[in-house]
């Protein structure tokens, strides 16, 4: 091939790669461009006015998202805020904030995607959002801001969604209990949250089969753990152990006077109770002179860390206890605490388990002053506070307050 033609097919293809290049970086910026610059957003009656886009693709310390949100129709609703392809990334924070109030100063981070659920907005009302990431380490983030109704049902779930507070997890102050009003906490276990009510709550009371009844955990499939709100007047030792060998909590005293009171009591609701797993947890963690120490034993008297999962067997059953976890959770702790809403003035039972010492079992309760009590034997007698779970599929009546509880009814 004569030189000159050589010159002619590499300017052809160098011209050919730069129009490829342009044109590739061309619709980059274009679509840079669409998710960075102001938009406005129909979606079922929210008018959604993106600032500076709904994009966040930066690698910056700090970057910000202003958005608004207005309600255009006559009737108030609910939505939601969340984070698409979020950064799984602790060391990238953010803080929400609102000028009217609803979300002040909350901050997490990217591990978590749903910023905000169930927010009401009221008929040609807006709300104003700042969303404030903090990136210290400069890592990439790419991250889409999304907004939409929240799906809003005469459920139990939605109905306490409304009206809560919703906190994460890693904000509550296990070792020292808590006295504040209620709110959610929220944990992040499966794809739908977990929530727990904490603190001196008062609109968390069930009316159900003649019998007043606590709000405990909003499950993430939906059901609702509850605990009778007195214990019963008739005490019980749990008896789990047969000449010296644990058995399943279905084959305990305890168990056979729950039983009891389900049949005598509830059995006309029976179809509103589901069949649940109840958490006795005899993992053991340590042996120390012949004593053997359960899991729950540094959990919950040294390091303060209650967990919603079951690291030990399980029982299947349409009533049983609390766990040690569950009062933690809701603000009890290992002092003396009067104020969160499972505060009873009597001794209480939890089903789980602490040590084994000298061939016998020792279990947790929750004293007179409402703090978590260790090295329990199984054969003390103390009142019996049963807990059932309520099936997904109920609408409610009612506010939760101890005036008006929630009465529940099959869809």
């Not at 214990?231 to 399943?248: F, K, Q």
């Amino acid at each position: 091939m004569r030189p000159k033609y050589k010159v002619s097919l590499i300017i052809i293809l160098i011209s050919l790669l730069c129009t490829v290049f342009i044109a590739f970086n061309y619709r980059n910026f274009q679509h840079f461009k669409e998710n960075t610059m102001a938009m406005i957003k129909v979606k079922s009656g929210l008018s959604i006015n993106y600032l500076n886009g709904n994009r966040v693709q930066t690698n910056e310390d700090t970057y910000e998202l202003d958005f608004s949100i207005t309600n255009t129709q006559t009737e108030p609703i609910y939505y939601y805020i969340k984070l698409l392809n979020n950064v799984s990334n602790s060391e990238i924070s953010y803080k929400l904030v609102n000028l009217e109030g609803i979300i002040n100063d909350l901050s997490d981070n990217l591990t978590k995607n749903n910023l905000v659920n169930m927010v009401a907005i009221e008929p040609g009302q807006t709300h104003n959002f700042s969303l404030i990431f903090y990136n210290p380490h400069k890592k990439e983030i790419d991250s889409e801001l999304s907004i939409d109704l929240a799906k809003v049902d005469s459920s139990l779930k939605s109905n306490i969604l409304k009206a809560n507070k919703v906190v994460s997890q890693e904000e509550a102050d296990y070792e020292n209990g808590t006295s504040e009003a209620s709110y959610l906490l929220e944990l992040d276990l499966e794809d739908e949250p977990t929530y727990y009510f904490r603190g001196n709550a008062s609109n968390n009371y069930v009316l159900l089969a003649n019998y007043l009844w606590r709000i405990v955990r909003i499950n993430a499939d939906g059901t609702s753990l509850l605990v009778l709100n007195e214990p019963l007047e008739d005490s019980s030792p749990i008896n789990a152990s047969n000449e010296n060998s644990l058995t399943t909590f279905l084959d305990s005293t305890i168990y056979q006077n729950l039983a009891n009171f389900y049949d005598e009591n509830l059995k006309d609701v029976d179809e509103l109770i589901a069949n649940a797993k109840y958490c006795t947890d005899d993992n053991a963690q340590s042996e120390e002179e012949g004593t053997i120490f359960y899991l729950p034993n540094t959990r919950i008297f040294t390091n303060f860390a209650p967990v919603a999962t079951c690291p030990g067997t399980t029982s299947t059953a349409k009533i049983g206890l609390l766990t040690a976890d569950d009062v933690m959770f809701a603000g009890g702790t290992t002092i003396a605490n009067k104020s969160y809403y499972l505060y009873t003035p009597s001794i209480w039972w939890t089903m789980t388990l602490q040590k084994k010492e000298n061939g016998q079992y020792y279990y947790i309760g929750v004293d007179e002053n409402g703090s978590l009590l260790q090295d329990q034997l199984e054969t003390n007698t103390y009142r019996i506070r049963p807990a059932i779970t309520l099936i997904k599929k109920l609408s409610t009546t009612g506010v939760g307050t101890i005036e008006d509880p929630f009465v529940v009814k099959a869809m």
